[in-house]
């Protein structure tokens, strides 16, 4: 387990970045305890301007079921942004079971885009880096597909085909129910 991961909160957390954490252009808050509970641009924040409250008012308005993103400003002991001020927002998960996990990272891709047209975060991103998200997302074609437009519903229903089956599959294996 990292040694960030002190509570089983951040382990639901993990999987709001886990595609795009390796980008150097973003963190996910290795500011002391706050690993994974933030997503912080330092692309962004060492090259333009960023409003943290504009950023949290654009992913609140897409009303994800089951989280709330918060406007923060962090200086990071650490890693991305070390000694820096960075701003960003913090995801804070309302209702487990409904929030849309993998999905986040996306929308937070999204929106950056959105707001900031000249900073996509994958059109910025060193592409020696896009290998690792190919590994995790399986090929290449969620990153292609996603940077093309930098919106999550062209990739959606590739990104959720397996699931039906997948769940299925799996629920003989549950050792504690659904």
Do not use: C
């Not at 504009?54 to 942004?81: C, E, M, T």
């Amino acid at each position: 387990m990292w040694k960030n991961v002190e509570t089983g909160q951040k382990v639901w957390k993990n999987s709001t970045a886990g595609v795009w954490n390796g980008r150097p252009e973003t963190g996910t808050g290795q500011a002391g305890s706050l690993l994974f509970d933030t997503v912080k641009m330092k692309f962004v924040v060492e090259r333009f301007a960023v409003d943290a409250e504009q950023f949290a008012d654009s992913l609140n308005a897409l009303k994800l079921p089951g989280v709330i993103f918060r406007p923060i400003h962090v200086k990071p002991f650490y890693s991305v942004g070390q000694g820096k001020q960075l701003h960003g927002v913090q995801v804070h998960l309302t209702k487990y079971p409904d929030a849309p996990l993998t999905d986040i990272q996306f929308y937070v891709m999204q929106e950056i885009a959105r707001l900031y047209p000249d900073r996509a975060v994958l059109a910025n991103a060193d592409t020696a880096r896009f290998r690792m998200m190919d590994q995790v997302t399986g090929s290449d074609y969620v990153r292609k597909t996603f940077a093309a437009r930098n919106r999550f519903e062209d990739i959606r229903a590739y990104w959720y085909k397996d699931v039906a089956p997948f769940r299925t599959l799996s629920r003989k294996y549950y050792l504690y129910g659904e």
